[in-house]
Nanobody
Framework: QVQLVESGGGLVQAGGSLRLSCAAS????????VGWFRQAPGKEREFVAA????????DYRDVVKGRFTISRDNAKTTVYLQMNSLKPEDTAVYYC????WGAGSTDIKTYKYWGQGAQVTVSS
């Protein structure tokens, strides 16, 4: 079983940047695909970005393409989400999750392990 812990959230002005980290403990992290999801108040949790087990394949939600970058360091068992040019509509709790298929899917149903979430607030 993998335990995931997000960090790096906070309050930032529109146009600013934040980098989220998802640190894994236990389990064989390097074989898992990892995704970032977010959930704003009153809305469903939605896909943001994903990366395959090797880091060779990534995928992004259309509205974050060109602004967000997902990456991973398997030696450090950590996945990152670099968020640039942040907008107020990016405000949400961000969750990382591990997908035991290894592909890094956009489908939330394929993710088995979840972190506790990190709040990101973007002020206008």
């Amino acid at each position: 079983q993998v335990q995931l812990v997000e960090s790096g959230g906070g309050l930032v002005q529109a146009g600013g940047s934040l980098r989220l980290s998802c640190a894994a403990s236990r389990g064989t992290f390097s074989i898992y695909g990892v995704g970032w999801f977010r959930q704003a108040p009153g809305k469903e949790r939605e896909f943001v970005a994903a990366i395959s087990w090797s880091g060779g394949s990534t995928d992004y939600r259309d509205v974050v393409k060109g602004r967000f970058t997902i990456s991973r360091d398997n030696a450090k068992t950590t996945v990152y989400l670099q968020m640039n040019s942040l907008k107020p509509e990016d405000t949400a709790v961000y969750y990382c999750a591990a997908d035991t298929w290894g592909a890094g899917s956009t489908d939330i149903k394929t993710y088995k392990y979840w972190g506790q979430g990190a709040q990101v607030t973007v002020s206008s």
